[in-house]
């Protein structure tokens, strides 16, 4: 199991729609995200976007998610593939793709393997947490078809709040 974390213009872009699509739900339940559009051009978000992800407070913050994510990546895939060892019908996929973002939520998921992640407003630590919460939605991805957003997200911090991640994220809050 890899993950990689990357910035990617084209699928920044591309989310635009998906985060537009979500904002309703996201502020029903009250989560926290970050969205500049509401009545931007399509030429506006193409320069808003390019000046956002070359901003160098974010490219800044982009490495310095990299380097904490090199110091744990391979503490966390262990613990990762320990929690899905003691599970039935669970697979791991090779590789899952972290696409940071400037803009949404702190995190969502595409199945099978894509990960968004914001790095706006975060922490590093909280920004990893996020990624790790992402992945297990993705993992447990059949488990959790039919619970409602509390039951999955009870159901994903159960796992989150394990020996195997509690050693990695000691702090980690539901």
């Known amino acids: 199991m890899k993950i990689e974390l990357k910035i990617d213009f ?11 699509d979500f904002l309703p739900q996201i502020k029903k339940v009250g989560m926290y995200y970050y969205w ?7 030429t506006a978000t193409k320069q808003m976007i390019e000046s956002d992800i070359n901003d160098p407070v974010f490219l800044s913050k982009f490495q310095q998610l990299c380097s904490a994510w090199s110091n744990l990546e391979t503490e966390i895939t262990v613990a990762i593939k320990e929690i899905v060892a003691k599970q039935n019908d669970v697979e791991l996929l ?5 696409y940071i973002l400037p803009y949404g939520c702190y995190g969502y998921y595409n199945p099978p393997n894509e ?18 919460h992402e992945l297990l939605h993705l993992i447990f991805i059949k488990q959790v078809n039919k619970k409602s957003h509390h039951e999955l997200e009870q159901f994903i911090d159960d796992f989150f709040t394990s ?12």
């Not at 020996?163 to 539901?174: A, S, T, V």
């Open 10 to 20: 084209n699928k920044t872009q591309e989310q635009i729609p998906v985060i537009k």
């Open 163 to 174: 020996k195997e991640l509690q050693k990695i994220f000691p702090n980690y809050k539901h």
């Open 94 to 98: 090779d590789s899952y793709q972290c």
């Open 36 to 42: 500049p559009f509401d009545n931007s051009t399509d």
């Open 115 to 132: 990960i968004f992640i914001n790095i706006r407003d975060a922490e590093i630590n909280h920004i990893l947490e996020t990624i790790i």
